[in-house]
């Protein structure tokens, strides 16, 4: 086996994380291609809990490199904090993390437009963004005039001159739209970033050219996926999506390695669904179903603390990502937190306007007219967290898994019910649906 990508097939939040960290052994280089601060991974490792952002998931792992590729998004003094916190827990950085020098870098006034942005709209057109400056700094590296790249950084007085061309801009702009607006001040950003470039020094390089030599002395790099296919800008639901293609398309542009590098492809599903922010959520449960699953499954944003909206398992949204992200395996998550209801609700098709459709809509519109199409499944009270065999599995449990996988198309290879990685459950080929 060489090169896999590990890409969630939801709206984010499916425990990617515990995957890639599962998967390292099998790997010598963990990727991040796309997003920035606003992801969020729990990962427990052995016994002690970490939170991850724009670190990639492998820096837990000894012996094994991390790159943060040129499509992510990087604020410098979140990324310092991020390293200074995971060093404190005893994690060693020496030689193994490599930021790309064309990755774009968050600068200030992007979290102030953010806010102004979110806080001035009104509610139908609020995103509920997780506020790390993620869009505006997309918008900037599209726009091409104030867009600056890690390399930038390092060419201070080229570097201050345009700071100082783009902070009048946006200054005046913020001061027009903001009451109470206090103008940045170009020298103490550029102080402060140029500061932060110096302690980021040692990490920065050409990690394309790096990745691609890595993968000439037969290295295995693992792809991964911040946020879920359903957020993707292109084939997420749009406009309630991220700015960045977080589905496995985003692989080739946010690394400069094409994907025929890679021969696994992993999609990795909750047993149920969530969602932060805005955006249309078919199988939504806003009720006691949705409640039980909340506390149950400790539905809370890593990054924001923001309660998620719950629901059943949506095998339409599924099918289609798993289609856009090329899975050929799914590992469902949280199967766990699925005991002890009498009924489990898949949603297989929906229902517009009387009509049954297999396909995502593109416009809002429709998507707010689709009625999902439950089938029900008996569930189980058995507590699976100390199942570690598909054996084990109660009936119930295994017929629910069977059923997943065969709506979305795509087998399922591992089953998790719980943080550990003790609690994982790998499906023989020959048991998969
Ligand atoms: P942004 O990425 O901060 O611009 O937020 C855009 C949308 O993506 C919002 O609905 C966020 O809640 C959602 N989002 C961003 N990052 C994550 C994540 O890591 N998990 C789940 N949702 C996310």
Redesign the pocket.
Known sequence: MGSSCVV?LQ???EAKGKIVDLLCDQHDVVVRYQ??A???HTVVHEGVTYKLSLVPTGILRKGIDCVIGNGVVIHPPALLQEIDRLSAQGIDFGGRLHISDRAHVILPYHLAE?RLTEESSSTADH??????G??PCYRDKVGRVHGVRVIDLFHPAVFRDRLDRIINYKNRLLAAMLADFEPFDPRTVADEYLDDAETLRPFIRDTTAWLHQSLAHGKRLMFEG???SL?DIDHGSYP?????N?SAAGIAAGSGVPTRHIDRWIGVVKAYT??????PFPTEQDNATGERIRRVGREY????G?P?RCGWFDAVAVRYSARVSGSTEIAIMLLDVLSGFDELKVAVAYEKNGQRIADLPASLADFDLCQPVYESLPGWSEDLTGVRHWSELPLNARNYVQFLAQQVGVPASIVSVGPDRRQTIMVAAGTRA
């Open positions: 969630g709206w984010g939040d997003g920035g606003n992801a969020g953010e995103l509920g963004t997780t506020l790390r993620i869009g911040a946020q879920g957020l309630y999506v991220t700015s960045s977080s969530t969602r932060v922010g805005g955006g944003g890593t990054i924001t923001r998620r």
